[in-house]
Structures are given as structure tokens and as C-alpha cells.
């Protein structure tokens, strides 16, 4: 089977360190031959410019967004700023996984929109507050059993789901 290569995208304050994505970006180089890269993002501009960028996307398969969520609105916080679901770029995740490890961004009322406009073809999320570690703990399963064993995406989600890390973690599929 072919390399996963994972963009995991930093956009938690850095007053909040450490941050899930640094946390999961360390232990996954470690313990994978697949290739998982890191970029830190503060605000919309800076995070949309490199979702445009056709080119540096295509060499990902899976990608993480760190950050946290806003149930009201509902919106991607930034640490300056914050993006709904219409305003991503029109289909940056074709074809791609999005996990998002921000609170309750794993609900209809951000997921559906968003995967309408970003085609992407699975979306991983919380649909409550997780705390840190179970997000770190669930997802670090997820990316063993999808990089490591290469199970398939609803296998390794299943798997991540039957850990016992705590939260409710949700898998969308168009």
C-alpha cells in the first residue's frame, strides 16, 4: 500500500502550549515510515493561502485540524481570527480525510456545509468539548491503525472509537 502522507495543521495559541498537533506531529515521526508534516497557522489568511495551494496539498492524503471550535457560530477558531465552513476554499480536501480535533466541529451543523464545500471525502470529529489528552489519545490511534497497520479509514476510526479514549467522536461520510 502507498505512504499516508498527514499536514497537520497548528492552529491553537501558543500561550497554550503544548498543543495537540506539536504533541501528535513528535510521536508520529517517531513511531511511522509515513510522512507527517506540521505547519502553525494565527489567522484566516495565512491558513487559506495554503489551502489554495493546489500544489502543496496534493501531497497529502490526511489532514488534521488542531484548533478549537465554536458551537455557536459554528466556526474554526484561529488564535486571530476564525473560519465557518463557507468560507474554505471550494474543493481544497477533494478526495482528502479531514480529521478536526476542535470541540464540537464533528456536528451536522459545521460538518455538512463543510464537506459540500471542501469535497472531502471523510470527516473525523468531536461533537462535544474532548479534553487534550483523549483528542491526542484518539487520534494517535486512529493514525497507528491508518499509517501503521494500513487499515482502512472507517476500520482505523472504528478502532480509534473501541480504544476507550473518552469523547464523542464522530466519522462523516458523504
Known amino acids: 500500500m502507498e505512504r499516508r502522507s498527514v499536514l497537520i495543521i497548528e492552529s491553537i495559541p501558543q500561550y497554550q502550549d503544548p498543543s495537540e498537533g506539536a504533541m501528535l506531529s513528535e510521536v508520529l515521526e517517531m513511531a511511522s515510515t509515513d510522512y507527517f508534516e506540521m505547519h502553525t497557522v494565527s489567522n484566516k489568511s495565512d491558513l487559506l493561502e495554503m489551502l489554495e495551494d493546489r500544489a502543496f496539498m496534493r501531497r497529502f492524503k490526511i489532514v488534521h485540524m488542531s484548533g478549537h471550535g465554536d458551537e455557536e457560530k459554528p466556526n474554526f477558531l ?3 481570527g476564525s473560519i465557518n465552513a463557507s468560507e474554505f476554499p471550494v ?15 464533528g456536528k451536522g451543523r459545521f460538518v455538512a456545509p463543510f464537506m459540500e464545500r471542501t469535497d472531502a471525502r471523510y470527516v473525523i470529529g468531536p461533537r462535544r468539548s474532548p479534553y487534550f489528552i483523549d483528542a491526542t489519545l484518539f487520534f494517535l490511534t486512529f493514525y497507528y491503525w491508518t499509517n501503521r497497520r494500513r487499515l482502512g479509514i472507517q476500520a482505523s476510526f472504528n478502532r480509534a472509537v473501541k480504544s476507550g479514549v473518552r469523547g464523542d467522536w464522530w466519522l462523516w461520510v458523504p
Not at 474543493?91 to 466541529?105: E, Q, W
Open 78 to 80: 484561529l488564535p486571530r
Open 91 to 105: 474543493n481544497c480536501f477533494r478526495n482528502k480525510t479531514v480529521c478536526m480535533s476542535a470541540c464540537t466541529l
